[in-house]
């Protein structure tokens, strides 16, 4: 078994190195300081490291023959502005595509997920003759926009790196730190968002009889859009449908000739996406022609894969974390209907995925803040140890000696 003991010294540069992160984060795959700074990092321990899609890098620790192990941290922050008092907290800022300037935050707690992996790595290198095998350290970016793993993949990163028999990952959540949480199958949803845009006829608003009037078409669509889940899907086939934006005309006696709105769309398997893109497909060109009105545009802004945690590998690395963290400390959980594209690097050669959270928050806090909220800011201890001896022990599942 690989030791997971950090030394007085260890917590002391472990906590440096957390702080300085959750002081500069950057938007997604616009993360080159972050980049910059885990190649430095990996250059100090004599891990040989390349670039992959854009900022992302990636460590390869090889240590004799045996087992190739992927292990997976994200690096990106997000557009929040930071309100959580601690004293290294970001005022950084960040320029979105638009050009519009905001404050940056570690808002999802990514910055523990690359200090544990960072300091897994120094640990596994401390211990070379405690194992044997290749371990492949993935420091992706833009996980927040569904960018960064398909960014990586597409240049080249299985080409680069040697392929594993399995990847690994974990991410913080607001529950007890000292705890982690574990699915087996399908762990997060799959996610698609979309843009509609509704044409109609401008007329003034006394004379409806000239006009197509696009925000009485949207308000039927968004409407029928709500039968998928209650009357489409199966009772047991979970989907969210959310309408989240609407925005159509100037001036209350303009009726205009145009209507947006966007959608986002979470299903837990790929064929149950297909049925709900389809029936929106469907509905909102079927509202349309019962409007009369000009066949709608409909535009796929992103989407997150599916997240499957196989069940034989997610027995075997839960079995790893009860030994590392006491049975006690491993609890189930159901699957979620927030999105993560870690599961794109498996899948895209077939390799399979576990992936778990790690609580960051005071046993004492019943209602800790969410992931994304201003005010979230894990507490230092233990949920930066946890995160490094979640990470050893699931790698040293498989290469331990
Ligand atoms: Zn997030
Ligand atoms: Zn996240």
């Keep these: 078994m690989l030791s997971t003991h950090l030394t007085p010294e260890d917590t002391g540069r472990m906590h440096d190195m957390y702080r300085h992160l959750h002081a500069n984060p950057e938007l997604s795959m616009q993360e080159e300081h972050t980049a910059r700074y885990i190649e430095t990092q990996l250059e100090q321990l004599g891990i040989e490291h390349f670039r992959c899609g854009g900022t992302g890098v990636v460590g390869v620790v090889c240590n004799g023959t045996g087992p190739v192990v992927g292990f997976r941290a994200d690096t990106d922050g997000l557009p ?18 638009d050009g519009t300037v905001v404050p940056l935050m570690h808002g999802c707690g990514h910055d523990t997920h690359v200090t544990a992996a960072l300091t897994a790595a120094k640990l596994l290198l401390r211990q070379q003759q405690a194992w044997s095998g290749t371990v492949v350290f993935i420091f992706q970016p833009g996980e927040e926009t569904a960018a960064g793993a398909k960014a990586m993949v597409s240049d080249g990163l299985w080409d680069k790196a040697p392929r594993p028999e399995v990847i690994l990952g974990q991410h913080v959540f607001p529950f007890p730190a000292g705890q982690v949480a574990v699915t087996s199958g399908n762990a997060m949803a799959l996610a698609d968002s979309l843009k509609v845009t509704l044409y109609g006829r401008q007329a003034h608003g006394s004379q409806p009889q000239d006009a197509i009037d696009p925000i009485v078409l949207g308000a039927h669509i968004i409407t029928r859009l709500q ?82 945690n196989d069940p034989e590998h997610t027995d075997r690395v839960t079995a790893a974390l009860q030994a590392e963290l006491g049975e006690e400390q491993v609890h189930f959980h159901e699957p979620k209907m927030g999105s993560e594209d870690v599961g794109w690097l498996g899948d895209s050669i077939g390799v399979p995925t576990v992936y778990w959270f790690f609580g960051g928050f005071d046993p004492a806090d019943t209602s800790p803040p969410v992931n994304h909220s201003p005010h979230f800011l894990p507490l230092e201890e233990p949920t930066l140890s946890t995160g490094v001896r979640a990470a050893l022990a699931s790698i040293g599942h498989y290469v331990a000696r």
Excluded: M, W
């Design 227 to 308: 039968t998928i889940t209650s009357r489409e899907l199966a009772p047991l086939s979970p989907a969210v449908v959310t309408c989240a934006t609407f925005h159509g005309g100037l001036k209350e006696n303009i009726i205009p000739d145009r209507a947006e709105f966007t959608l986002n769309i979470r299903t837990l398997t790929r064929e149950v996406r297909e049925q709900v893109l389809a029936a929106v497909e469907r509905i909102v060109t079927a509202e349309a022609q019962a409007s009369n009105a000009p066949a709608p545009l409909i535009e796929h802004l992103y989407d997150f894969p599916r997240l499957y």
């Design 80 to 97: 929040i502005k930071e309100d959580t008092g601690a004293t290294y907290a970001s005022t950084a800022t960040g320029i979105l595509d």
